[in-house]
């Protein structure tokens, strides 16, 4: 069980968009893919994924590449066992170039509260520096 469960209400919805927040901002692949169903389908830009051990080896390859990964998420919309977001995240390569990324996110959920879908659109803009408070 990952609570909150669907169906959503507004309050649950904002819950488990902060949560996936939180989880995503620790930047460990093993802590974020224990919210997803087992076969959980991804969509990530371009890449296309299945499962856990997936997730893992694509996050663990992120978060070697995106450094000093932060990350903001809003809830857009919500119904039953759905829930939309935005959001926008700030990080540097290895060259020192910052950038902000910025996307929408469409989940959908089993009933024990794991995302068994995300599908995830990206945009990333170069810019000067991280902001103090990321915009999304």
């Given at each position: 069980?990952?609570?909150?469960?669907?169906?959503?209400?507004?309050?649950?919805?904002?819950?488990?968009?902060?949560?996936?927040?939180?989880?995503?901002?620790?930047?460990?692949?093993?802590?974020?893919?224990?919210?997803?169903?087992?076969?959980?389908?991804?969509?990530?830009?371009?890449?296309?994924?299945?499962?856990?051990?997936?997730?893992?080896?694509?996050?663990?390859?992120k978060w070697r590449?995106?450094?000093?990964?932060?990350?903001?998420?809003?809830?857009?919309?919500?119904?039953?066992?759905?829930?939309?977001?935005r959001f926008a995240?700030?990080?540097?390569?290895?060259?020192?170039?910052?950038?902000?990324?910025?996307?929408?996110?469409?989940?959908?959920?089993?009933?024990?509260?794991?995302?068994?879908?995300?599908?995830?659109?990206?945009?990333?803009?170069?810019?000067?520096?991280?902001s103090a408070r990321?915009?999304?």
């Open positions: 069980m990952r609570p909150p469960l669907p169906p959503f209400t507004e309050e649950t919805a904002r819950l488990k968009v902060r949560l996936a927040q939180d989880a995503w901002n620790t930047r460990d692949p093993e802590q974020v893919a224990l919210a997803y169903t087992e076969d959980s389908e991804w969509r990530n830009r371009d890449v296309f994924l299945t499962g856990r051990d997936e997730i893992v080896a694509f996050l663990t390859a590449r995106e450094l000093d990964y932060r990350l903001r998420k809003e809830l857009w919309a919500f119904t039953g066992d759905r829930i939309a977001v995240y700030e990080y540097h390569d290895t060259a020192g170039q910052w950038f902000r990324a910025y996307g929408n996110e469409n989940w959908e959920f089993d009933p024990n509260g794991l995302m068994r879908k995300r599908y995830a659109g990206i945009n990333d803009v170069p810019i000067a520096a991280p990321i915009p999304v």
